[in-house]
């Protein structure tokens, strides 16, 4: 809420659910970045990134919840996958526009000899002037994605697909972004590692806004032509000519 006359804001968020077993807690640090970056998308002014963006602002997370855990708790999904949930909260409570992915899509692979990382874009939330951008890093990440040709030269991986997913972005007077689609294949044994988001529940549309699609991680197996459903967070095995391909999740609609 916002007090009109002072100015001061109160981020109130009794309620939230307790600290979990696996590691999408996010440390109180967390919550305040996403604080600071909604207020500085909501306020029409160039606001310079400091600590004193909160000096009007209060803030109550309740202990143990998964925003402000034990100190021995496990936090590193806080950081790529709880912060995005938390603006596409704050954004809500303003109304100021549908949820974007709410996931930065991590992918790990690797063995003894060595490791990458990624992180992948998918949809933005539309909102009441404009269209969710597609294929893009929402909110608060800016990662890029490794050039193919650097990819593969530099690591045992044939990238088979990477594109926009077309009609997963929510429909509305102001559609979402779509997600994109991204296939690599795997030319030796290797250990790949999920941690992702929105697998289960659609980024939501507002005003009247459809939601957009939920994302879908498959490894698909060479030998005997499997397909599985791996989930939004495991680690799993691939053999050689095995792929993995991540469907990452649209943006909401925003308007009927």
């Keep these: ?11 109130d968020f009794t309620g939230t659910g307790p600290q979990v077993l696996g590691n999408c807690n996010a440390p109180p640090a967390v919550t305040y970045s996403a604080i600071i970056y909604s207020l500085r998308c909501l306020v029409d002014q160039e606001i310079p990134l400091n ?13 143990y919840s998964v925003l402000n855990p034990s100190e021995d708790s496990a936090v590193v999904g806080g950081n790529v996958l709880v912060s995005q949930r938390v603006v596409d909260v704050i954004l809500k409570a303003f109304e100021a526009c549908a949820a974007s992915q709410g996931c930065m899509n991590n992918l790990t ?5 060595f490791g990458y990382y990624e992180t992948i874009a998918g949809g933005a939330g539309a909102g009441p002037t404009w269209e969710g951008r597609s294929g893009v890093q929402t909110h608060m990440t800016n990662t890029r994605i490794t050039d193919p040709e650097i990819m593969e030269r530099r690591y045992p991986v044939l990238l088979r697909a990477f594109g926009l997913r077309p009609g997963s972005g929510g429909a509305g007077k102001h559609r979402g972004g779509d997600g994109v689609a991204r296939e690599i294949e795997f030319l030796r044994p290797t250990t790949i590692s999920l941690l992702t988001e929105r697998r289960a529940f659609q980024p939501f549309g507002l005003a ?7 994302g879908l991680n498959l490894l698909i197996r060479r030998s005997g032509g499997l397909t599985q ?19 990452s999740p649209g943006g909401g609609g925003f308007g009927a």
Excluded: M, W, Y
Aim: net charge negative.
């Design 1 to 11: 809420s916002i007090d009109p006359e002072s100015g001061d804001a109160s981020f």
């Design 51 to 63: 600590q004193g963006c909160l000096a009007p602002v209060t803030v109550t997370i309740p202990r």
């Design 109 to 113: 692979f690797g063995d003894k000899t």
């Design 208 to 214: 009247g806004g459809e939601s957009g699609a939920r």
């Design 229 to 247: 459903n791996i989930g939004g967070k495991n680690t799993v095995h691939a053999e050689a000519g095995d792929r993995v391909r991540i469907l």
